[in-house]
């Protein structure tokens, strides 16, 4: 880096004291030689600095322009730059934890592996086609099964994060049910900190649901508080009331708020009747308590919007109850974030599958069942973005002894 002095090419004029690096090509992050100029902040001085710039010949970059510049010139592959994309999109720290292991590299190298196991496999098959007559005799078919099978495991590991990797984006829908009155909205409000919701002490407000995403660890939360349960609501109060069922029947868990533990048992039927979500069961307003009333709350967890009481609790009751369905991030690996990366495998899982099909049933002649493994390869090199077709040739020659 180098300090200069940045001067208007036409005027002359001195526009700001800034820093100059080079990155000679390939060593930049596009490949290319790349120059970057370092200015002061603020309005006026980009400002000036730019339209110079632009006087002298330059553009400004398109959306995601140095990025596709680094694919296209080799410098990192396809799956590196959704992982770039996704970490700057990331709204959740779970989502920033999917982002920066796929750029570790991480899901790109188990690609690549999928992608020379099926090569191996074309290549048991190409050296069956083209040297028939051999001493080694037909291929062992074990040999075959064995690989496919041990691909298909994997690529079927791989499919099986779109959950995490959903819940990760999303969040675990985390619905507030309960009489009006309860202190739903209220229990909201305080588990986000910030006033988003209309509290009001007359009943039937909340007709709407209300969704809110809290970035909790190690997976978010989709919170929503729904219009009460009522049995007699008004209209417009009803089509809030089917609203609520709605969410309810898609909720994981659903949180039944009351202040008894009659109205918690009350709406704890109703909801069961509407899904299989799992229920935390949660006292409110537990402020007003006095020692007389204390006793009949029993054992429930016990919450209050006003002082605070028990919402760590509940934030980790429910975070308890979604790590038991879904895991930790941890015990993941990594996650296929990428809808074009999910497509891309479930292509390669299909085309083995009808290969598998073919190959044992026997059903096709051999370089008939071998299109499929062609298409599997073809479906992996685009999930990478490498295309290669000498691959196999290469892999012949390597791993038989042909030479005669
Ligand atoms: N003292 C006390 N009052 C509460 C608490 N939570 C809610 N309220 C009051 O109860 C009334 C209804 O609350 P609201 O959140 O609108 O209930 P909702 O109908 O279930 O959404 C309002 O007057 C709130 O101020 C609490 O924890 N303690
Ligand atoms: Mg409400």
């Avoid at 992608?115 to 001493?135: C, K, Q, T």
């Avoid at 054992?299 to 369905?325: C, E, F, M, P, Q």
Wanted: proline share 4%; hydrophobic share 45%.
């Amino acid at each position: 880096m180098t300090r200069c002095a940045v001067h208007d090419p036409v005027t002359g004029r001195h526009l700001d004291d800034g820093l100059v690096v080079e990155f000679p090509a390939p060593a930049s992050y596009t490949g290319e030689t790349v120059v970057e100029l370092h200015c002061h902040g603020g309005f006026s001085v980009p400002a000036a600095v730019e339209s110079a710039l632009i006087r002298a010949g330059a553009r400004p970059a398109l959306a995601g322009e140095f990025t596709e510049r680094a694919v296209l010139n080799g410098k990192i592959d396809l799956v590196t730059a959704e992982a770039i994309g996704e970490l700057i999109d990331a709204r959740t720290r779970a989502m920033h934890r999917a982002a920066i292991q796929s750029l570790s590299g991480t899901l790109v190298r188990q690609y690549a592996e999928l992608r020379s196991e099926v090569i191996a496999v074309e290549a048991l098959l190409a050296f069956d086609i083209d040297f028939p007559e051999e001493d080694h005799g037909p291929i062992g078919r074990e040999l075959v099964d064995g690989a496919v099978v041990r691909v298909e495991a994997r690529i079927a590991a791989l499919l099986a994060t779109a959950p995490a990797a959903i819940l990760g984006r999303d969040g675990a829908l985390v619905v507030l049910a309960g009489p009006t009155n309860a202190g739903k909205s209220s229990l909201l409000n305080a588990m986000v900190g910030e006033a988003r919701v209309i509290v009001s002490d007359e009943p039937g407000t909340t007709r709407d649901a209300v969704e809110v995403l809290l970035d909790t660890d190690p997976w978010p939360i989709r919170l929503v508080d729904t219009a009460g349960l009522r049995g007699d609501a008004g209209v417009v109060e009803r089509l809030g009331i089917a609203v609520s069922e709605r969410y309810l029947g898609g909720a994981d868990i659903v949180v039944v708020c009351a202040e008894s533990p009659e109205e918690i048992a009350r709406i704890t039927t109703r909801v069961r009747a509407l899904g299989d979500a799992a229920i935390v069961e949660v006292l409110t307003k537990n402020d007003l308590w006095t020692p007389a009333t204390a006793g009949i709350h029993g054992a429930a967890l016990s919450v209050s919007a006003v002082t605070g009481h028990g919402l760590s609790a509940l934030r980790d009751t429910i975070l308890a109850i979604v790590a038991a369905k879904v895991g930790r991030p941890d015990d993941q690996g990594p996650l296929v974030t990428s809808a074009r990366q999910r497509a891309a495998l479930e292509t390669a899982r299909d085309e083995l599958a009808d290969f598998r099909l073919a190959w044992r049933e026997g059903v096709l002649p051999t370089p008939v069942a071998a299109t499929h493994l062609r298409a599997t390869i073809h479906a992996l090199d685009h999930l990478i973005g490498a295309v290669d077709v000498d691959a196999v040739l290469a892999r012949v020659f390597s791993t038989f002894c042909v030479g005669k």
